[in-house]
């Protein structure tokens, strides 16, 4: 009889807890539709205002009016940029070689060389 009572007593425990988790589970889903519900109100006369706002009250001052010359590209300014960068890199590419240039140009250079060692 005392097992009987243990096992009752355990089954309804099982079942209780099994509620109890059902309910925490839909106490959980209500509290989030709750306050979905509270941010639709809230945002129903904010979406009011906003619309409000929003009027077709654009008005065109003037027409636009195309340039008789072309802003861009400034053809004179681009091919005198070339040609200056062009002579840049010219100078320097001829600095350059001249530097690495090791060849024996006369005969003073070689007696100089052959001094240094």
């Known amino acids: 009889m005392l097992k009987k009572a ?3 007593t355990k089954a309804e425990f099982d079942r209780v807890n099994a509620r109890s988790f059902e309910y925490d589970s839909l106490k959980h889903e209500a509290e989030a ?7 639709l109100i809230t945002k129903n006369p904010e979406a009011g205002i906003n619309s409000g706002f929003q009027s077709n009250m654009v008005r065109i001052a003037d027409n636009a009016r195309p340039s008789w010359k072309p802003v861009f590209p400034n053809i004179p300014l681009n091919v005198g ?3 200056l960068f062009s002579a840049i890199v010219a100078v320097g590419a001829a600095i350059l070689r001249d530097t690495l240039d090791n060849t024996i140009r ?3 250079q070689v007696s100089r060389i052959a001094k240094a060692k």
């Open 6 to 8: 243990v096992a009752d």
């Open 106 to 108: 006369d005969s003073e």
């Open 81 to 83: 940029l070339a040609i």
């Open 33 to 39: 539709d709750k306050k979905l519900y509270e941010e």
